[in-house]
């Protein structure tokens, strides 16, 4: 079984900094491409950024310079490193792997950038 939980989120500042976490359960993780996806109301889910296996990343360019993404296989974890948040970058975040898998979305964890 995988589970993908996603935790970090919470009202910030415009310019502050977040950095989430996902914790992945399952065999298999240090083979994955993971990303962080997110998605604002009304809007369809994008991916942000994502990382392979060997630990190459590439990001959307609204985030690039910004934010970063990285990996640790040893505690099965992925994180999101969000600096000079703006308030478009209010929305739902979530891993998965990359390409995304249906059956793992998780509840994801909301990000809130206001004044």
């Known amino acids: 079984q995988v589970q993908l939980v996603e935790s970090g989120g919470g009202l910030v500042q415009p310019g502050g900094s977040l950095r989430l976490s996902c914790a992945v359960s399952?065999?298999?993780?240090?083979?994955?491409?993971m990303g962080w996806y997110r998605q604002a109301p009304g809007q369809q889910r994008e991916l942000v950024a994502g990382?392979?296996?060997?630990?190459?990343?590439n990001y959307a360019d609204s985030v690039k310079g910004r934010f970063t993404i990285s990996r640790d296989n040893a505690k099965k974890l992925v994180y999101l490193q969000m600096n000079s948040l703006k308030p478009e970058d209010t929305a739902v975040y979530y891993c998965?792997?990359?390409?995304?898998?249906?059956?793992?979305w998780g509840q994801g964890t909301q990000v809130t950038v206001s004044s």
């Open positions: 998965n792997t990359a390409p995304a898998v249906r059956g793992y």
């Open positions: 399952g065999s298999g993780f240090r083979f994955w491409n």
């Open positions: 990382i392979t296996s060997g630990g190459n990343t």
